[in-house]
């Protein structure tokens, strides 16, 4: 993005469009101016803690996965339930109530030369400036109704908007003098030694109708950027208390997969994280709730608002001889490190057969200890393998199943239940589509045929096809 020199000067434009509006910017130094949608019902059978009065605790384990080689940060974090008769079953999910960086909050604070003790509004009452940017918006990505809402505040149809340089006041910053003093005129459009374009084109107004005009310009702006960025770009604009937070995204919980049974691991919850991290405009950033609990939760002590979020359809069969086949690869295998602890419990005689999967077998094997001491016990009957990153092809989970094609056909006739847990966008749908072609394959079914027996048959009639995907 470009960025409009520092220094003191002060610029005039004419903004010509249906209403003529004059914009003033002073500079690019800060100016002083004045249910989820809840994801599930949040409520545990047992508790009254929700999404709106999450039960609040600490974190008692935190710790890294996976091994030194590592690129990712996949994480296990467990969480005390203490007295807060808090209830779950294998299957269920975990809400998490995040809190955004302080640094973020102050460095937002000091751009806009508050205090942070102003009083704003919220949809959750009254508050303090600080504690509605800490703990009801969700200020590490802008968002687009934010932006759109600073062009509604300067005009009605920013994409409309012309402007033209009528005067330029420059002062040098060491001693102050004037250095341009420049009115626009009929021979003269800009001042002495700028480019018509390049100068306008430098600020946030431009900037602004640009992002409103062109969708893609904008989808392109927010998915890099948080309100320390977007402040940089138009604090020109000036803003309220209030008119800070208006279009911003109030704060959601996120869900985790309970990765624990609640009779093997009495009195806590367990988690498996991916820490989400990456790098935009030089600065380092983590999403919201994994950054919270990687780095500011701390172990025994930083309080943490969680609920339940109990699952109606992703459970274990009641039957426990009937057998499992669980697929999850990464973050995936969350809820069947559940099931197996709860099969175990349960003495279940039914077998489990699991396909997990991940980059490298050093680096991102998840539970290795605990998977070979259930395999050698024979609580996982089966277990098959997928390192997408590891030998010279892609290898992934559904390939697995591919090469295991009339096994499966034989568990499933047989009454398994089939769970697939992880990624939604790419692996949930591969693994169904390989599924089917599976059925149609060795069930002697048309494609068509074994689509209706997957999609209607196991998935809803039978309900022993079943996902956790997001
Ligand atoms: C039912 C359910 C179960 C889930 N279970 C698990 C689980 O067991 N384990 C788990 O780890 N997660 C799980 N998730 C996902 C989890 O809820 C969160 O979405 C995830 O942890 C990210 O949350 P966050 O607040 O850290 O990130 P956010 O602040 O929400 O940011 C995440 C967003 O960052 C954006 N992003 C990612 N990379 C970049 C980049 N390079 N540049 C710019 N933007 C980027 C993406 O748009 C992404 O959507 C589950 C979700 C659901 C719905
Ligand atoms: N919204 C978020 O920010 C966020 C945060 C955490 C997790 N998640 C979601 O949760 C999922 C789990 O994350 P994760 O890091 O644990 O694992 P992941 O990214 O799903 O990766 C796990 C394994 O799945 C492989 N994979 C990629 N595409 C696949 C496909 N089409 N079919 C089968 N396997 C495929 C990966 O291989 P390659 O990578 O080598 O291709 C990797 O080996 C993510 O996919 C993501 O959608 C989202």
């Keep these: 993005m470009p960025h409009v020199p520092t220094g003191v000067f002060s610029l005039d434009l004419i903004v010509c469009s249906a209403r003529v509006i004059s914009i003033h910017i002073c500079s690019y130094i800060p100016v002083k101016s ?20 999450p039960f609040f605790t600490n974190i008692s384990d ?40 302080p640094e973020i909050v102050e460095q937002l604070l000091e751009i806009c030369g508050y205090s942070g003790e102003e009083e704003v509004e919220t949809n959750l009452g009254p508050c303090s400036l600080r504690e509605a940017l800490t703990d009801r918006y969700e200020i590490h990505r802008v968002s687009k109704k934010w932006l759109k809402g600073i062009a509604e505040r300067i005009g009605d149809s920013p994409a409309k908007i012309e402007m033209r340089i009528v005067s330029r006041k420059r002062f040098s910053s060491t001693d102050g003098t004037m250095i341009v003093d420049w009115e626009a005129s009929s021979e003269q459009d800009v001042p002495e030694g700028y480019v018509e374009i390049g100068e306008v084109g430098d600020n946030s107004a431009i900037l602004l109708q640009e992002l409103i005009s062109d969708n893609d310009a904008m989808e392109d702006y927010i ?25 911003m995204d109030r704060l959601k919980p996120r869900l985790y997969s309970i990765a624990s049974s609640p009779d093997f691991e009495k009195g806590t919850v367990h988690l498996t994280v991916a820490i989400v991290r990456y790098n935009h405009h030089e600065r380092d950033r983590a999403g919201l709730t994994t950054g919270f609990m990687a780095d500011r939760c701390e ?11 109990p699952t109606r359809s992703f459970v ?11 697929v999850g690869p990464g973050t995936g295998i969350a809820p069947f490190r559940a099931f197996l ?26 539970y290795r200890d605990e998977m070979d001491d259930w395999k050698e016990r024979g609580i996982i009957s089966k ?4 390192w997408s990153r590891q030998g010279s092809e892609k290898v992934y989970v559904q390939h697995l199943m591919e090469k295991n094609g ?8 047989g009454g398994a239940y089939f769970y697939v847990c992880g990624d939604k966008q790419y692996m949930a749908k591969d693994v169904h589509s390989t599924l089917i072609k599976i059925c149609s394959d060795y069930g002697g079914m048309s494609l068509e045929d074994s689509k209706d027996f997957v999609e209607n048959g196991l998935m809803k009639s039978e309900k022993r096809y079943l996902r956790d995907v997001y």
């Design 406 to 413: 009339e096994e499966i056909w034989n568990w499933i006739e």
């Design 316 to 326: 274990l069969p009641e039957d426990g001889t009937k057998d499992t086949i669980m």
């Design 34 to 53: 004045e249910k989820l949608e809840i994801l599930m019902s949040g409520k545990s059978a047992k508790s009254e803690w929700s999404a709106k009065n």
């Design 383 to 386: 277990h098959d393998l997928a």
């Design 341 to 366: 602890q709860q099969r175990e419990i349960n003495k279940d005689s039914g077998r489990n057969w699991l396909f997990f999967g991940d980059w490298t077998e050093e680096g991102e094997y998840l």
């Design 62 to 101: 935190n710790y890294v996965l996976n091994g030194e080689s590592s690129k990712k940060e996949t994480r296990h974090i467990v969480f005390n339930l203490g007295d807060s008769g808090l209830q779950y079953k294998a299957g269920d999910a975990l809400g998490v109530v995040p809190r955004c960086p």
């Design 223 to 247: 998915w890099s950027r948080d309100y320390v960025d977007a402040l940089g770009d138009f604090i020109g604009f000036g803003f309220t208390p209030q008119q800070l937070l208006e279009g």
């Design 299 to 309: 172990t025994d002590k930083t309080q943490i608002g969680v609920y339940m979020s």
